[in-house]
């Protein structure tokens, strides 16, 4: 290694060797006005749901909700951030939206181990956000996880 090249060792998350079934991680978020109007600008979702309070007030959630994908975003940062972490590769995931998300609330993301595939190092995990008790989404994704060197 040069003094030029960099050492990536600090980054890596768990390996595919470290990972047993029923390990979990989390990542939890409170939404705010700012959340949904970057997410809005980023994935160009610009429904009348999320923006327009007035709009949002005639459907059947009262008032403006959260993007679904939003929350299924904070699966992806326990993901690339606690568990595996780092070198991951996300290879599939499913999604049923269970209830809505409103600003002010605090969506918790929780991954869990469910399956090893050490041919090809794939990991399932289910994949659940709640606030509160709630259940707002739940799926199972399938990632590619790197092994020990």
């Known amino acids: 290694m040069t003094a030029s090249t960099r050492d990536f060792k600090e980054l890596n998350g768990y390996f595919f060797e470290d990972l047993e ?74 999604l049923k939206f269970k209830a809505p998300v409103k600003i002010g609330d605090t969506v918790v993301a929780k991954v869990t181990v469910t399956e090893l595939k050490p041919a090809k190092r794939r990991v399932v995990f289910s994949t659940v956000c709640t606030v509160g008790e709630t259940v707002v989404l739940d799926g199972e994704a399938e990632l590619m996880v790197p092994a020990r060197p």
């Open 21 to 94: 079934q029923g390990m979990s991680a989390v990542f939890s978020r409170t939404i705010s006005e700012a959340d949904i109007l970057m997410f809005a600008g980023v994935s160009g979702d610009t429904n009348p749901v999320h923006l327009d309070a007035e709009y949002a007030g005639t459907t059947m959630f009262g008032g403006r909700i959260a993007h679904g994908m939003l929350s299924a975003a904070f699966i992806s940062a326990v993901f690339g951030t606690r568990m595996p972490g780092p070198g991951c590769i996300y290879l599939s995931q499913s």
